[in-house]
């Protein structure tokens, strides 16, 4: 652990908050899972382009000509962040779930599409209008390929099929098989898109070595805030599908009919999805988070991590009425993003705590992945815990849990905090 790198400069490392028992102590920020803190390096990259900031391939200005120039450069950076294919397009959206949303909007027409039941609500429910297959979770990486496996092998009749799936889980930080996952997807004849959003902060995503035909992922989790996310992959589906939103800049060209309608030819590069004015700075404070990353080095940035899930479990283990949640055990290979129950507390208190007496912010509720959780915590699929609702009575199974999560910018010091608060 001596070799461990140094975290990575964020913002908001110094600010300090108040404490019920008196002064201030600086903010733990341990819900990278939610949202990571952007990094200075993005940060100062923002500021230095702000200056210079005008509307994209709209202006004729020479402003407007450079923030076209790098809104299309921020492309390419992401293609070659995610090791795209050259053939595929990259797509800006606003999150994940938009991401997700214009692809369900895109299927072909009977399309089916199966999905695991522990994926988070923006994976799980965009495919609603089409036929889906929900998927028992597994108990292990192997089991996962096995019931994909067969129940693509089931399905009939053979037409277009899409399979979904979270490379890490917000909820056990578990990585899941995408590559096992994509080969099976595609001997049946299906595609696979990747939710990439807790995996793409922390490991290197490939989509050639992946082989997935789509990757989602959001930047305010990979270190980038400003409502900005990125859908990349396969040109053909989203090309035949109608915009995803009507309306200028996916429009090439419009005209009046004779019989006085309107007739739209739409663009077939991403524009097509991209309609309004984008965001240019969204876009921009992506491609700089995916060069700063790919800068640090993600075996270094990967090494730290491990240190910090050692730390954290390793200490966790000292708590007996501790519970870590898992589907996958132990040994799983996992990212830094660790939920757990504690025997005799409710989740909400206990979350409330650790802000209020040690500065600490961690998340607690069902994740926005309530199958998931219920599944995890033995409680009833019906029960009524939510986000935010209230717990379980004493004595009673714990309704919510808590989550940590933490990654490149996490400094030693916070998650050593959280273990001893939790002690
Ligand atoms: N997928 C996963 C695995 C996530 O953790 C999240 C965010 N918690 C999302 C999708 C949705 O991301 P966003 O809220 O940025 O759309």
Not at 21 to 39: E, F, K, M, N, R
Not at 271 to 299: M, Q, W
């Amino acid at each position: 652990d001596q070799s461990v790198c140094a975290p990575l400069p964020v913002l908001g490392r110094g600010v300090t908050v108040p404490l019920v028992t008196g002064g201030d102590v600086t903010y733990a920020a341990l819900d990278y899972a939610a949202s990571a803190p952007a990094l200075q390096r993005v940060w100062d990259d923002v500021a230095a382009y702000a200056p210079y900031y005008g509307s994209v391939h709209r202006g004729a200005g020479y402003l407007s000509q450079l923030s076209t120039d790098l809104f299309e450069n921020a492309r390419r950076t992401v293609a070659e962040f995610l090791d795209c294919r050259d053939t595929d397009q990259v797509v800006f959206t606003r999150s994940t779930t938009d991401s997700l949303n214009l692809l369900a909007a895109a299927l072909p027409a009977d399309c089916q599409v199966f999905v695991f039941e522990t994926e988070h609500h923006a994976s799980l429910l965009p495919w609603r209008a089409a036929q889906v297959t929900y998927l028992d979770a597994p108990s292990s990486p192997g089991q996962a390929v096995e019931t994909l496996e067969r129940a693509l092998a089931d399905r009939a009749p053979y037409g277009p099929a899409l399979v979904c799936v979270t490379g890490a889980s917000n909820v056990t930080g578990e990585l899941w098989p995408v590559q096992e996952l994509a080969a099976a997807a595609h001997v049946h004849g299906a595609r696979i898109v990747l939710d990439a959003a807790q995996l793409a902060p922390h490991h290197p995503v490939s989509v050639k070595d992946l082989d997935v035909d789509w990757v989602a992922f959001s930047g305010h989790k990979l270190y980038a805030p400003f409502g900005s996310g990125v859908l990349a992959g396969r040109a053909d589906w989203l090309r035949q599908a109608e915009p995803y939103l009507a309306g200028g800049g996916a429009s090439r060209k419009v005209t009046r009919r004779t019989d006085g309608g309107v007739d739209v030819e739409w663009h077939d590069t991403a524009a097509r999805h991209e309609a309004g004015s984008p965001n240019v700075i969204g876009a921009y404070a992506i491609a700089s988070a995916c060069k700063a990353l790919t800068e640090a080095g993600f075996d270094t940035l990967v090494a730290r991590e491990q240190h910090l899930i050692r730390k954290v479990r390793e200490g966790l283990a000292d708590v007996p009425e501790v519970r870590i949640l898992s589907l996958f055990g132990d040994d799983a290979a996992r990212v830094g993003v660790i939920s757990f129950v504690v025997e005799g507390w409710n989740s909400s208190h206990f979350a409330a705590a650790l802000s209020a007496e040690y500065g600490i912010g961690v998340r607690d509720g069902l994740f926005c992945a309530h199958p998931l959780v219920r599944t995890l915590l033995g409680s009833d699929p019906q029960t009524q815990g939510e986000c935010g609702a209230p717990e379980a009575a004493p004595g009673e199974k714990s309704l919510n849990a808590i989550r940590v999560s933490f990654g490149a910018g996490t400094p030693d010091e916070h998650v050593e905090r959280f273990v001893n608060a939790v002690k």
